[in-house]
Each structure stands twice: as C-alpha cells, then as structure tokens.
C-alpha cells in the first residue's frame, strides 16, 4: 500500500512553517492516542502514521529531501510502502516527541514518556551506491553485502550467557530511572534521571555471553537486495529502515542509508532530467545537410541535420532523457550542435576554399536571419 503525502496526513500546506506542522501533529497525536483509543488498530495506525510524517516535515533537511524527491528521498528505498519511517516503534515516538506530549494532553502518554526503559537501537550505516544512466532511467535492484553489527547467534542477542535471564535492577527496581531530592533556596525539589547501575535499561546481566561479553551483537555481514527507483540523481540518499546495524540487548535496528553516485557515462552528460550530447559536425555536413546516428541511453538514434545548420543549435529528442523520480514525466536529450574547424589543409583544399573564400553565399551578413554563431555573439557582448 502506497503512503499518503506527508503533508495530507498533518492536513497543512507545503510552505506551512514549523510551528504550524507540530501544532497540526498535537492536535492528531491527542485525537489518536493509544491512551485515548485503548485496542483501536486503526488510531494506533493513524497515530504512527501523523508520528512518521512529523519526524519528516519538522527536520529541515529531510524535509528538504521529501519536498525534492518524495518518500523515496527519506525511505523509498526498501520498496515496503507501510514501513514505518526511521524504524520507530510506539516507545520511540513517546521518547522522540515527549516534550509534545507533555503538559496540555490531560495527564495521558506521560508515564510512558517519562518512566520508560532505555533501548539501544543500533547506529546507522552508510554506503554509496554507483549506476548507470541505463539504470537510472529504468530503476534497478542491487545486490550487496552489508558488513554489520548483528544479533549474537550464542545468547540469541540478549548478551546473557547460557540460556540465564537478566535480572531486575535493583537501583531503580527495573524503571530505568532513578529520583533525585536536592535542597535549594526555593526549597526541596526532585528530579528524575537515568538510573547509573543499568544504564536505563531496567536490568543488569549478572552471567555474561561468552562471544558477546553481554552486548548482545557481534561483528557479521548480510547480503540484501536494494531496489532503486527510477529517477534518482548523484547526491541522492535513500535509507532502508531497520536494516543498520543491531541494537545491543535486542535493541531495535539502525537504518541503511544509501547515497547515489552516478558513473560517467562516455557519450552523454546530464542536466536535471535532460541528457546531453555534443555532436561535431564537419563543415561540409553543416553546409549540404546529412543524416547521422547519435547515441541515447540504451541505444542510438538516427537525426537529421538540415543544410545551413548553424553552430549553437540545438537540437531535441523528445522524451529520451531521464525520469522523474516523482514520475512526472521523462527529460529529453538535447543535441547541441558544433561544427569543426579543421587544422590541416592539403593543397587542394585550400585551392577549394580559396575559390569559395569570396562567394557571396559564403560571406556572413549582419542582416539576414542566417547570420552565423559569432557576428550573433558580437551583437550580444559588443
């Protein structure tokens, strides 16, 4: 199932600002609260969903990548649609947005914001990606293997050695968080912080693995399949949720992050969505006309050049450029037109050309539309 617009979701415009996108959010995070809605699918659904679209649009730079590319520029890349962005659970969305939640939601959602476990979610990793304009133009699927940290086969990931459990902190009794009372002039006050003997995990390995020494991960590879879509552009990231390296203790995976890089191609260059090819004309071929074959991408097209073709011209081929990665339409190549001048005469064809030097039709005049590519460039630049 495709995503909605992000901007859809929030119910705001595309140049609304910051303070109207988290108002937007608040007003559906209290309306679709878990709390709210206790065993309604379809809230908890709307409410990942207005999460997702918010950690997108309130972050300058990934809002910068959807408004250019769409979800394809902050999480296209896996080709899961219903993919939560960022890899974000319920847990996560009550620690990322907790200062939203807080203070105008009648008391709900806070004492999980506030009392919650620390969970290690593992880094992200980036890597970069090369294709073709071949590829580009059709989307590809690359094959590649992915150096990571990965859940420790011997303890199944929870760093405990052995089958053994960890057991309950004792410093904070498994809250994670541990109460602090200090005096001070305005009188007694007490602050919450993250318990120091578990780290906020709420448990403590007594009996640690033997191949993790109780991280839970070690170091492995994994082979996966990336679906570019068409349309994409050097300097491109795409991301992969979950697919990062693993979480220490079960914690919830990082994100792949893939950036593109595209290979030169050897006849054509691009501009945007348009590609672009130099042809070189002899002057006999400008002159006289011809017909000639040119490359495009995945393969060659026959053009004409008509007699009198100037240097500077330019000619296009409708729709064989490249895609737009919001499938918008198709870019067009571009001929640019130049006529060589050559540097060696023999004998006989300067005897030629000096015979054509003093033709009329070979004299440039400032006055007919046929005027050539330099006297036009006089004009312009004086």
């Given at each position: 199932m ?15 600002g ?8 608040r ?38 990548r ?8 902050v999480?296209?890349?896996s ?17 990322q947005?907790?200062?939203?939640f ?15 476990r620390?969970?290690n ?14 590829e580009i ?10 150096n990571?940290?990965?859940p ?19 410093n ?40 993790c020494?109780?991280?839970?991960i ?13 349309g ?16 220490p ?7 792949l ?23 070189f ?5 400008a ?25 500077g ?11 737009s990665?919001?499938?918008?339409g ?10 060589w ?14 015979k ?10 400032p ?16």
């Amino acid at each position: 199932m495709a995503k909605r617009d992000y901007y859809e979701v929030l119910g705001v415009t595309r140049n609304a600002g910051a303070d109207e996108i988290k108002k937007a959010y608040r007003k559906l995070a209290v309306k679709f609260h878990p709390d709210k809605n206790p065993g309604d699918k379809e809230a908890e659904e709307k409410f990942k969903e207005a999460a997702e679209a918010y950690e997108i649009l309130s972050n300058p730079e990934k809002k910068q990548r959807y408004d250019q590319f769409g979800h394809a520029g902050v999480g296209g890349a896996s080709g899961h649609g219903g993919s939560y962005a960022g890899g974000m659970n319920m847990e996560d969305i009550f620690e990322q947005f907790g200062d939203i939640f807080g203070g105008g939601f009648g008391g709900f959602g806070r004492s999980r914001s506030q009392s919650r476990r620390h969970v290690n979610k593992g880094s992200n990793i980036r890597i970069k990606v090369k294709l073709t304009l071949e590829e580009i133009v059709e989307g590809a699927t690359k094959k590649i293997k992915v150096n990571k940290y990965v859940p420790c086969d011997s303890c199944s990931g929870s760093g405990a050695k052995g089958g053994s459990k960890a057991s309950t902190c004792k410093n904070c009794q498994g809250s994670g968080q541990v109460a602090q009372v200090t005096n001070t002039f305005l009188g007694r006050m007490q602050t919450v912080t993250t318990c120091p003997s578990c780290n906020g995990e709420g448990t403590q390995i007594t009996d640690k693995c033997n191949k993790c020494w109780g991280d839970g991960i070690v170091r492995g590879e994994e082979v996966l399949d990336i679906n570019i879509p068409a349309g994409v552009e050097e300097g491109m990231q795409l991301s992969m949720s979950g697919k990062g390296n693993s979480g220490p203790r079960n914690g919830p995976p990082g994100d792949l992050l893939i950036q593109i890089e595209e290979e030169e191609h050897p006849h054509l260059y691009r501009e945007g969505n348009h590609t672009v090819y130099n042809l070189f004309l002899s002057f006999a071929d400008a002159a006289l006309g011809t017909q000639i074959e040119i490359p495009t991408i995945g393969g060659k097209a026959k053009i004409k050049i008509d007699p009198g073709t100037l240097p500077g011209k330019v000619l296009r081929l409708k729709g064989k450029g490249l895609p737009s990665i919001n499938q918008y339409g198709r870019g067009d190549q571009l001929v640019r037109i130049n006529v060589w001048t050559p540097q060696k005469l023999n004998a006989e064809e300067k005897s030629i050309l000096e015979k054509l030097r003093n033709s009329p039709n070979f004299q440039p005049n400032p006055d007919k539309k046929d005027r050539s590519f330099f006297d036009k460039m006089k004009d312009v630049f004086g």
